[in-house]
């Protein structure tokens, strides 16, 4: 399986913008980069995915680099609420399994 | 929304028992999956479950380990003769579809303690 590579921890400041990056240097052509997060004390949350072009949906923006070996989850808006672990994980066009690394720690000061 | 529902959200046993952790997955979806996350540790796959046979499973699903999909709802794991490190936080999950476009629902755990 395809490794991605994020920052242990970053931290945000309230309505800010947040930009959350990941590396993927050995993405192979079918893998969809999906992003998900586990808030304190739940399960982790599908956030966002996408293959090459940029997506947008209600909770977050998805950057992908034009190479793909590299990509950035973007919330517009921090809120309080963002505080958790978010994981960029890759995954094969026939889906099945997600594979979590350690993901990024995201803290959001008031 | 539908949820991915899971009982008990905490069980503790000792050590050599047999536990079973139920889920109840969202009611259209076909595919299910186990985790677990030891404390302080990653998410890690268990296994995954279609059509009322295991799909795929990790090193760590090993034979005191089984899954059951005992009627339309439910979706069980169980652990025979529990060990200390089975201690960790349990999550279920389920998707309509396998392929990429079907994201993975989790419910918010169990958390097994093994005394």
């Known amino acids: 399986d395809a490794k991605t590579t994020q920052p242990n921890s970053m931290e945000s400041n309230e309505e800010e913008p947040v930009h959350l990056p990941c590396n993927h240097s050995t993405i192979s052509g079918t893998d969809y980069i999906h992003w998900y997060r586990q808030l304190p004390s739940q399960g982790p949350e599908y956030v966002i995915h996408?293959?090459?072009s940029n997506v947008n949906n209600r909770m977050a923006s998805l950057a992908i680099a034009e190479d793909r070996k590299s990509s950035t989850l973007i919330l517009h808006r921090a809120t309080l609420r963002d505080a958790a672990v978010y994981y960029c994980?890759?995954?094969?066009?026939?889906?099945?399994?997600?594979?979590f690394g350690q993901g990024t720690e995201l803290s959001v000061k008031p | 929304e539908p949820e991915v529902t899971q009982t008990p959200s905490h069980q503790v046993t000792q050590m050599g028992q047999e536990v079973i952790l139920r889920c109840v997955p969202i009611?259209?979806?076909?595919?299910f999956y186990w985790y677990r996350q030891i404390l302080g540790q990653k998410v890690e796959f268990l296994v995954s479950?279609?059509?009322?046979?295991?799909?795929?499973k990790s090193e760590i699903f090993d034979d005191q380990f089984s899954v059951e999909r005992p009627d339309g709802s439910n979706f069980t794991l169980k652990i025979r003769s529990t060990k200390l490190e089975d201690s960790a936080m349990y999550f279920c999950a389920s998707s309509r579809q396998s392929s990429y476009n079907s994201p993975l629902h989790f419910g918010n755990g169990t958390r097994l303690t093994v005394t």
């Open positions: 994980i890759l995954r094969p066009s026939a889906g099945g399994k997600l594979i």
């Open positions: 996408g293959l090459t």
């Open positions: 479950f279609y059509n009322n046979e295991i799909s795929e």
């Open positions: 009611s259209n979806h076909l595919y």
